[in-house]
């Protein structure tokens, strides 16, 4: 109708959450990003297999439904995580989400790293985070940044994810 306002979604079919992580280099480590193991010389420490871009998307999950973080669903004192596929605890957030009535809606995220390239590798860890959390890998999106001029050069690598996740007709 000319002159009203359009319609706007209701502040309840929309939730938004972000994430933040970090690991430090470690020798005898495979490296782990978005559930895709990649060929370099050193992984990253922690007690599970220090995939630092799925623990930022997972908490963005939890924060996005006020469900606490990470480490409270995955204590890391927890012997069961040692080592542990980081994609169970994304899988884990996905049937919560579900489970409470909301779903993935587009996930954006970036790995703050200096080695290795992340490009040949976005595809696939588009693809495997996009099983896990049930969507398209169109709506995954993986960036990279090198740490230019922070004092922790190769030593870190850093992940911040934000996710939008929409009502489901599930509740
Ligand atoms: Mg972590």
Redesign the pocket.
């Known amino acids: 109708m000319p002159g009203s306002p359009a319609p706007t979604p209701q502040p309840s079919e929309w939730r938004i959450g972000q994430g933040w ?1 970090s ?1 430090a280099f470690a020798a005898g480590r495979a490296l782990w990003l978005g559930g895709v193991e990649l060929p370099h010389e050193r992984g990253l420490a ?1 007690h599970s297999d ?1 995939d ?1 871009l799925s ?1 930022a998307i997972c908490d963005a999950i939890f924060g996005a439904l006020g469900a606490g973080d ?1 480490g409270s669903h995955f204590p890391p004192e927890d012997p069961r995580w040692r080592d542990a596929s980081s994609l169970h605890f994304l899988r884990e957030a996905r049937r919560i989400a579900n489970e409470r009535g909301w779903c993935i809606g587009n996930v954006d995220s970036t790995v703050i790293l200096s080695a290795p390239k992340l490009a040949p590798f976005r595809a696939a860890m588009r693809q495997s985070l996009a099983a896990v959390l049930g969507v398209s890998p169109d709506v995954i999106s993986v960036k990279a940044k090198t740490p230019e001029g922070l004092p922790f050069g190769g030593d870190i690598t850093m992940a911040q994810a934000v996710v939008l996740l929409a009502r489901t007709n599930a509740e």
């Open positions: 992580d690991h922690g220090g630092v623990h990470i």
